[in-house]
T-cell receptor, first 113, second 112 residues
Framework: GAGVSQSPSNKVTEKGKDVELRCDPI?????LYWYRQRLGQGLEFLIY????????KSGLPSDRFSAERTGESVSTLTIQRTQQEDSAVYLC???????????FGPGTRLTVL | GQSLEQPSEVTAVEGAIVQINCTYQ??????LSWYQQHDGGAPTFLSY????GLEETGRFSSFLSRSDSYGYLLLQELQMKDSASYFC?????????????FGSGTQLTVLP
């Protein structure tokens, strides 16, 4: 079966532009997470979706960041008016119910010039 | 809030045993996980401890002591392919209690 997929794999943008990152979780996984990983650092939690419950947005660093998920499928992470400090790898993960192991996608490497 | 501490780097030779420690501070605690990440790759799940004691999975073992807020990952019979970053992560009672808070990672280098 397919794992978690993310697109694009790489994104280069100019400061001030908006970007949209996509995540396709493993089919049947109700929980979906977004993380940010700066070079040489650990994973920073951004947002968590569980089924049809209200998302946990407590990790979003500013109001320029937002994410949506349609049901238990695709999620998009949007960063508006990108800044150079947004440059990082954005990782998506899914898990069957939110309490077990998380399965990560390959990430989107975002570079803001 | 929560915080985790783990060594930034560990070096060992092929065939050896290495232990990567992790100490944590959390408001409530549901479990300690370990993930492996090769350069440029996605983190992959290795192990999970919710209760005290040792969990063994092949060459990898993970230990937890809740009273000491401490755990470790033990890698035996090291192979070159084990060179990677290893992250401990806790699930705690803050927020939605489904979040994982990750440590900064330990870069393991296995030498021939």
């Amino acid at each position: 079966g397919a794992g978690v997929s993310q697109s694009p794999s790489n994104k280069v943008t100019e400061k001030g532009k908006d970007v949209e990152l996509r995540c396709d979780p493993i089919s049947g996984h109700t929980a979906l997470y977004w993380y940010r990983q700066r070079l040489g650092q650990g994973l920073e939690f951004l947002i968590y979706f569980q089924g049809n419950s209200a998302p946990d947005k407590s990790g979003l660093p500013s109001d320029r960041f937002s994410a949506e998920r349609t049901g238990e499928s695709v999620s998009t992470l949007t960063i508006q008016r990108t800044q150079q400090e947004d440059s990082a790898v954005y990782l998506c993960a899914s898990s069957p119910q939110g309490t077990g192991p998380q399965y990560f996608g390959p990430g989107t490497r975002l570079t803001v010039l | 809030g929560q915080s985790l501490e783990q060594p930034s780097e560990v070096t060992a030779v092929e065939g050896a045993i290495v232990q990567i420690n992790c100490t944590y501070q959390t408001s409530g605690f549901y479990g300690l996980s370990w993930y492996q990440q090769h350069d440029g790759g996605a983190p992959t799940f290795l192990s999970y401890n919710a209760l005290d004691g040792l969990e063994e999975t092949g060459r990898f073992s993970s230990f937890l002591s809740r009273s000491d807020s401490y755990g470790y990952l033990l890698l035996q019979e090291l192979q070159m392919k084990d060179s990677a970053s290893y992250f401990c992560a806790v699930r705690d009672a803050s927020g939605s209690a489904r979040q994982l808070t990750f440590g900064s990672g330990t870069q393991l280098t296995v030498l021939p």
